[in-house]
């Protein structure tokens, strides 16, 4: 590769190579490879129970025992505990959303720590502007707002600790379509600024116009691979794999 091809090449921020995990005894992930490049919205398709979920714990290292390769942003991370890989710049928002219903709206905005630089977290005013319905509901106790609510304070709690590279589990499962759109806007916006996302999604309709590429994972493993302008080309190939 000449300089030119070199300063041309995009810049991977993940970068996953024949990963296994384990839940106990448990062998989730059997050689599992992907990579993510800088800016990118890359979406983890796949049936219930075929690992996707797992590929983002494992990445943070909330699985058992991990083997293979997760460099993030160069660095590998597969023997680092979850608090440092967190601070490697990686913001998770799971898909039961962890919101702490003894404090506030506000309160459980504020609580996580900075993980990325301090220049890199998304203001408080930055937040409210991207999601009114936080600043209206920000003194109300976490439990007592909608589920739509609770999903947008789970995504705003990650975007305050500076994190760059943002891991999202199924974050538009179960909401109303108004909630779902507001979602999305956030990606596009998010994507413009630079942030690189990655996607755990069932909602084909809702991943598919904000994601550059796509990963179908079954049994643990990637069976197959598309970037978004593949993707009606891939269509008979995704529809058996995800059973639609």
Not at 51 to 66: Q, V
Not at 170 to 181: D, Y
Not at 211 to 228: N, T
Request: hydrophobic share 40%; charged share 20%.
């Amino acid at each position: 590769m000449d300089a030119s091809q070199a300063a041309a090449a995009p810049s991977r921020v993940l970068d996953i190579r024949d990963v296994h995990a384990w839940y106990g005894e448990s062998h989730v992930l059997h050689g599992l490879t992907l990579h993510v490049n800088q800016g990118e919205v890359v979406t983890l398709l796949g049936r219930n129970g075929a690992g996707r979920t797992t590929t983002l714990r494992a990445i943070l290292g909330l699985t058992g025992r991990r083997t293979g390769s997760i460099r993030i942003n160069g660095k590998e991370s597969i023997e680092l505990p979850t608090h440092r890989i967190a601070h490697l710049g990686l913001g998770y928002c799971p898909e039961e959303r962890g919101i702490f219903s003894s404090l506030s709206a506000e309160e459980n905005l504020l609580l996580p720590p900075l993980v990325g630089a301090r220049a890199s977290a998304m203001s408080v005013a930055d937040i409210y502007e991207m999601f009114p319905n936080l600043y209206e509901r920000r003194g109300s106790q976490g439990t007592r707002l909608s589920g739509g609510e609770q999903q947008m304070l789970a995504v705003a709690r990650i975007l305050r600790t500076g994190a760059r590279l943002l891991l999202l589990d199924e974050i538009s499962e179960g909401l109303a379509p108004i909630i779902v759109q507001a979602l999305a806007r956030m990606i596009r916006k998010l994507k413009a600024t630079g942030y690189t996302i990655v996607m755990v999604e069932q909602n084909f309709r809702f991943a598919a116009p904000l994601s550059d590429r796509f990963y179908v994972v079954e049994h643990g493993q990637i069976k197959l691979s598309c970037s978004a302008d593949e993707l009606e080309a891939r269509t008979p190939s995704l529809n058996k794999l995800l059973g639609v």
